[in-house]
């Protein structure tokens, strides 16, 4: 069982947005704005594509953007289009002794 | 560009010792600015961090998996290493070496390790 929770999975239209959540505790999530969200195609290594809860790096769309409320963090995605069909894993600093945790992943469908 | 290649052997006998090394190219692994992870991923499953070394030297680890992880770093070759002893079948999974730690901006293409006798 993994330290954050995320939906199994979601699903969008083209077009359309998306949001997947990531819940935490006060221990990780809630305390520390050290969260960051990766893209994972099959067969390919992740990809950063939100730090620090809302910020970009270079490279990734700004279609995609970051938020942060209590314990929950938050991926949307808007305008979505098929390369977007990826599984997403959310990541939080968790203090000094468990450090880093990750969430259980949402399969990301583009119907 | 940074760039990041894991190495080693693709299959570990239960019992032994998982030996990886991860080799930098583009950047220096000397930066203080960065830290260098292992993370892995079994089959079909999420992600997994297992730990962090600085090029001082300084690290952090999972603790789940503490007792049995050793990471080093070897300036010289802009290289560092994960060692996992005591595996079992349930340490099958795809090694990922990056740079970073919550933030892990680059990544290698990860290898496959499987333990099985």
């Known amino acids: 069982q993994s330290a954050l929770t995320q939906p199994a999975s979601v699903s969008g239209s083209p077009g359309q947005s998306i949001t997947i959540s990531c819940t935490g505790t006060?221990?990780?999530?809630?305390?520390?704005?050290?969260v960051s969200w990766y893209q994972q195609h099959p067969g390919k290594a992740p990809k950063l594509m939100i730090y620090e809860v809302s910020k970009r790096p270079s490279g990734a769309s700004n279609r995609f953007s970051g938020s942060k409320s209590g314990d929950t963090a938050s991926l949307t995605i808007s305008g979505l289009q098929a390369e977007d069909e990826a599984d997403y894993y959310c990541c939080s600093y968790a203090g000094s002794s468990t450090f880093v945790v990750f969430g259980g992943g949402t399969k990301l469908t583009v119907l | 560009q940074v760039q990041l290649q894991e190495s080693g052997p693709g299959l570990v006998m239960p019992s032994q010792t998982l030996s990886l090394t991860c080799t930098v190219s583009?950047?220096?692994?000397?930066?203080?600015?960065?830290?260098w992870s292992w993370i892995r991923q079994p089959a079909g499953k999420g992600l997994e961090w297992i730990g962090r070394i600085y090029a001082s030297g300084s690290t952090n680890y999972n603790p789940s998996l503490k007792s049995r992880v050793t990471i080093s770093v070897d300036t010289s070759k802009n290289q560092f290493s994960l060692k996992l002893s005591s595996v079992t079948a349930a340490d099958t999974a795809v090694y990922y070496c990056?740079?970073?730690?919550?933030?892990?901006?680059?990544w290698g293409q990860g290898t496959l390790v499987t333990v099985s006798s």
């Open positions: 990056t740079r970073g730690c919550v933030n892990c901006d680059y």
């Open positions: 583009g950047g220096s692994i000397s930066s203080a600015t960065y830290s």
């Open positions: 006060s221990s990780d999530v809630g305390s520390y704005n050290l």
